[in-house]
T-cell receptor, first 116, second 112 residues
Framework: AQSVTQLDSHVSVSEGTPVLLRCNYS??????LFWYVQHPNKGLQLLLK????ATLVKGINGFEAEFKKSETSFHLTKPSAHMSDAAEYFC??????????????WGLGTSLAVNP | DADVTQTPRNRITKTGKRIMLECSQT?????MYWYRQDPGLGLRLIYYSFDVKDINKGEISDGYSVSRQAQAKFSLSLESAIPNQTALYFC???????????FGEGSWLTVV
């Protein structure tokens, strides 16, 4: 069965310092992996996705994530946090079995706070 | 204009009342979804539809029903609302590859 674990429910960083949001997954098949961001009182926006191409994936707003199969991880990083990055971040997994209906499994979210 | 539009954006309703949340999309996608979001529980799938004639229950379909009126429209109904259905509801759509899902901005529903 597939599952997603976001290892930190809350992360707090100072503006200008690196961001690391951790995500581990479990999947019996080759997964597709996604990071979504939700700003306060806003909908969900796709940050980036991995679908079996390059293992280092670059997304919007300077975020990137690396798919590490040996570690079953897909951690989200950004070199320098900005105040506008404060939001809730969700790691999502979907397997790629042929014919599968590609249901998404969502992590519980990591709340990122950015301090001045 | 938004690719996925939900109405209403906010609604307060009383226990036992029927409430409908509507969703329309301009992406031309076949697949549409309804999720609810609760604090600490992430997003949970209520119903999904892979085309106009295909409706499937998600993980928490009890107490909900849906209607796929057209490719672009997918509505969610609570026939008799109860307080634990208070949540933020999201409609979404994706292409048949399912690799990227586009979300509406959410509908806050409060059942008192």
């Amino acid at each position: 069965a597939q599952s997603v674990t976001q290892l930190d429910s809350h992360v707090s960083v100072s503006e200008g310092t690196p961001v690391l949001l951790r995500c581990n997954y479990s999947s019996s098949y080759s997964p597709s992996l996604f990071w979504y961001v939700q700003h306060p009182n806003k909908g969900l926006q796709l940050l980036l996705k991995y679908t079996s191409a390059a293992t280092l994936v670059k997304g919007i707003n300077g975020f990137e994530a690396e798919f590490k199969k040996s570690e079953t991880s897909f951690h989200l990083t950004k070199p320098s946090a900005h105040m506008s990055d404060a939001a809730e971040y969700f790691c999502v997994v979907s397997d790629q079995r042929a014919g599968n209906n590609r249901k998404l499994i969502w992590g519980l979210g990591t709340s990122l706070a950015v301090n001045p | 204009d938004a690719d996925v539009t939900q109405t209403p954006r906010n609604r307060i309703t009383k226990t036992g009342k029927r409430i409908m949340l509507e969703c329309s999309q301009t992406k031309g996608h076949d697949r549409m979804y309804w999720y609810r979001q609760d604090p600490g529980l992430g997003l949970r799938l209520i119903y999904y539809s892979f085309d106009v004639k295909d409706i499937n229950k998600g993980e928490i379909s009890d107490g909900y029903s849906v209607s796929r009126q057209a490719q672009a429209k997918f509505s969610l109904s609570l026939e008799s609302a109860i307080p634990n259905q208070t949540a933020l509801y999201f409609c979404a759509t994706s292409s048949n590859s399912g690799n990227t899902i586009y979300f509406g901005e959410g509908s806050w529903l409060t059942v008192v």
